[in-house]
């Protein structure tokens, strides 16, 4: 007889999420983690990188609250107190990933590296444990660069960045999507001087071109010196810093070298081959099901899931969407599919940039017959009132008016993101958006006047005449 009903290995929030599931529905649930509960969300990621762009953005607005008639002088950063900010937000947030809160919903918490032995059980210190299913919730680790010299060179990954006792003086990012250009800005925000290296042509390159362009400009404006097109050929040292000789053969020189060049799954310790499940090397190989094909025990949730045709956006941040889906096929053995339209993915920069499904770009090369809304923060009220005009919402559709995606930049774009991944998740008719009733003065009013632009106007023909001269006469 198998010891638990499921074992899940890594306690990050897809593993957490789906062990609450289990454990409330009776089964017998074994979680395992060799690090810190919580994962990358709570230790690294979502919970610490919030708290430090919360003490940027508190800074810049400091600094510019002159225009709205409120002037501070002399706005100092103390690095000691927005590092203690970043530990209140780990402490206060960590409740609700504790081990204590797992062992009281009735689930068994291991403290070790765990792998499997076979298709059925997983070893972990010392011991096998039996399961009749297992989800693997490992997550992903920051990518480090075979980079000439980087030898006995100091460098920091999104698992160290934030650990710095004191502020960087110069600060090199390496990788230009959504973490670099976010900790760029960031740094720079709270006084370091930020030199943002990218190797592509465009910083943000996956998203749509008319979104990432005011990112760009507004890290600029905040002392980023952006290099874009630019390519590393090698490190050494320089005093007590590093140096990067670019394929121009410039040499940057700063304190501290960050990379930020995305990440690769953690399955080296896992012996996935033992179990008889397959990977690629973006993780685990799973259908959108997120149930592994070659062992119909196991599942995958979270950034370590490798979804079948999804590509790289399989990987977004989802793990409260997988710990559904795969609470719905492997716990109740219902019907389960990776609906990934709808999921919003979000640059937490200043301004904000939020996608939800298809650029416009990705739109025309699917075939489709592209229409586009736009409607610009410029005539939204509560924008004019908060002197924070930039940005748009911009919606992409087919030609029969279906809404294939949609892209937010501007200040609170999250927040409108959240109003558009609810229609597009529930599959709503973009006439449900342009008659909504919104909350007066909310930027939600802008992706409703885009709305507009593609609903049908009331006709204007000689029965509309006539019914409305009927109806004012009978009054």
Request: aromatic share 2%.
């Amino acid at each position: 007889m198998p010891d638990h009903d499921v074992a899940i290995i890594g306690a990050g929030a897809a593993g957490l999420s789906v062990a609450a599931i289990a454990a409330s529905l009776g089964r017998s649930v074994v979680l395992f983690e060799r690090d810190r509960m919580g994962g990358a969300c709570l230790n690294t990621g979502c919970v610490p990188t919030q708290a430090l762009l919360a003490a940027a953005r508190r800074a810049a607005a400091l600094r510019g609250g002159a225009r709205l008639g409120v002037e501070a002088r002399d706005v100092a950063v103390d690095w000691p107190a927005v590092r203690a900010h970043v530990r209140q937000a780990i402490a206060q947030a960590a409740p609700q990933f504790s081990e204590e809160r797992l062992r009281a919903q009735g689930v068994t918490v291991v403290r070790a590296s765990a792998h499997f032995v076979a298709p059925d059980r997983i070893e972990a210190a010392g011991r096998t444990y039996g399961f009749r299913r297992a989800v693997i919730a490992t997550g992903r680790a920051p990518l480090v660069p075979d980079l000439p010299g980087l030898v006995n060179l100091p460098w920091l990954t999104g698992e160290t960045l934030l650990d710095l006792e004191e502020a960087p003086r110069h600060l090199l990012v390496l990788g230009g999507g959504a973490t670099g250009a976010e900790m760029a800005q960031a740094h720079a925000r709270l006084g370091c001087r930020v030199t943002l290296i990218e190797l592509r042509p465009n910083i943000l390159a996956d998203e749509d071109a008319e979104m990432r362009l005011p990112v760009r400009e507004a890290l600029r404006r905040d002392g980023v010196e952006v290099l874009e097109n630019t390519q590393v050929v090698d490190a050494e040292r320089a005093g007590d810093g590093v140096a990067l000789r670019l394929d121009s053969g410039a040499l940057v020189q700063g304190s501290h070298l960050f990379f930020a060049m995305g990440h690769a799954p953690r399955l080296a310790a896992l012996d996935l081959a033992a179990a008889g499940i397959e990977a690629t090397p973006r993780g685990v190989a799973v259908g959108r099901d997120l149930r592994s094909p070659g062992n119909r025990r196991v599942w995958a949730a979270g950034a370590v899931a490798d979804p079948e045709g999804l590509g790289p956006r399989g990987q977004a941040h989802a793990a409260a969407l997988h710990a559904r889906v795969v609470a719905r096929g492997m716990l109740h053995r219902l019907p389960a599919r990776l609906e990934h339209d709808a999921l919003p993915r979000i640059v937490h920069t200043t301004p904000e940039l939020a996608q939800l499904g298809m650029t416009e770009a990705e739109a025309r090369a699917a075939g489709h017959a592209v229409r586009v809304a736009r409607q610009p923060f410029s005539g939204n009220l509560r924008a004019i009132a908060e002197g924070e005009t930039e940005g748009q919402v911009k919606l992409v559709l087919d030609g029969a008016g279906r809404l294939l995606g949609a892209g937010i930049v501007g200040h609170g774009a999250a927040e409108v993101a959240a109003t558009l991944g609810l229609m597009m998740g529930r599959k709503l008719p973009l006439s449900a958006l342009a008659e909504a009733v919104l909350p007066t003065a909310t930027r939600a009013e802008a992706a409703r006047q885009a709305a507009l632009a593609f609903s049908t106007p009331q006709p204007a023909g000689s029965l509309a005449r006539f019914w409305s001269g009927l109806v004012t006469r009978l009054r």
